[in-house]
């Protein structure tokens, strides 16, 4: 392990990938191990009981903070995924946009889809359009748009999204999984209802996620029954360790969010050397991003033969979502920014984190021109080479 936290291995010394998980804070590893040495269940009224139900109950204050939200307000899930499953069953219409997480975009067959621009915003006028239509009757409506996309790092303007809601009735929710860590999140503020988190894109364990709701939102129909767990709104004993690490990760990513401005340095070196090479394209440029997140092509050489050739090199990232079975698919997210679909074949996600070093975007840099050297435009099989 680096001085810096890392662990791994001598084989990838260069991570990149912080978006589909970044590495774990040395104080959460700490936490985890505390609190698997405890014996007590959360639930029982013994001390040992009392003592686990005091790791969850500082960790809900953390993530609470984290969310800009009280800790009653925070449910506990095994992941962001959960999260984003439990607010969406039960709507009977549920508006969504065109680039939200394939945890949004499955849940149902019945969504309808918010379109989006040129750089993935959404199209607010669309929105307001579909929540005015009156031909499909009253139902209860909820509409769902993430706070910041984790292939391309665009944020969105959740608080016209919240603004226009309001105005037609209708509830809101946001997947702040990717925001999180990297940007201030406050629920008032986004006007919000429903928010969900994961932790391990923070620093924290895989493998736990919340749900947090406001005070004035709908009622919670839970997936999971069978105990009186998080406020009989997610039954099961409770993830003792994932918890009580998600809080110090909370905790620790809060205190931490100057440290996007050190990111978004190196992320802006990235795309201006880049961008010298005719060709190269960097996705939601026109529109406010994550600092730490590029989406951008290589071009005439296909994602896939670059992922290879940079896991070859040293260097782990990705073509977008890592919630796809280990495939290299064509991204939703760029079809549905007009994208065309040979373009976007050559797109990767360079997503730095709180290891980073500027070595890392040194032999980033060094082993894209390599890379690109070899292929040239025809996108010949560079990780033979």
Known sequence: M??????LGMEHPVYMDHNATTAVRPAVGQAVAHALDLTG???SVHGPGR???KLIEDARDRVGALAGAHAQDVVFTSGGTEANNLVLNGWKRVLVSAVEHASVLKVRPD???IPVDGNGIVDLQALDGMLADTSIGMAPVLVSVMLANNETGVIQPIAEVSALAEKHGAQVHCDAIQAAGKISVSMADLGVHMLSLSAHKIGGPQGVGALVLSPDGAALSPMLLGGGQERSRR????????????GVAAEEALNALS?????????????EELGRHTGVHVFGAGAPRLANTSCLTMPGVAAERQIIAFDLAGVALSAGSACSSGKVEPSHVL???GVEMDEAATAIRISLGWTTTEQDIDAFLAAWADIYGRAGTTGKDVEAA
């Open 2 to 7: 680096t001085s810096n936290g890392r662990n």
């Open 41 to 43: 269940n959360a639930s």
């Open 51 to 53: 003592a686990a139900r």
């Open 111 to 113: 969504i309808e889809i």
């Open 235 to 246: 039954a099961g004993t409770e993830n003792l360790p994932g918890i009580a690490g998600f």
């Open 259 to 271: 440290d996007t401005a050190r990111l978004a340095v190196w992320r802006d070196r990235i795309e």
């Open 335 to 337: 079809a549905a920014m």
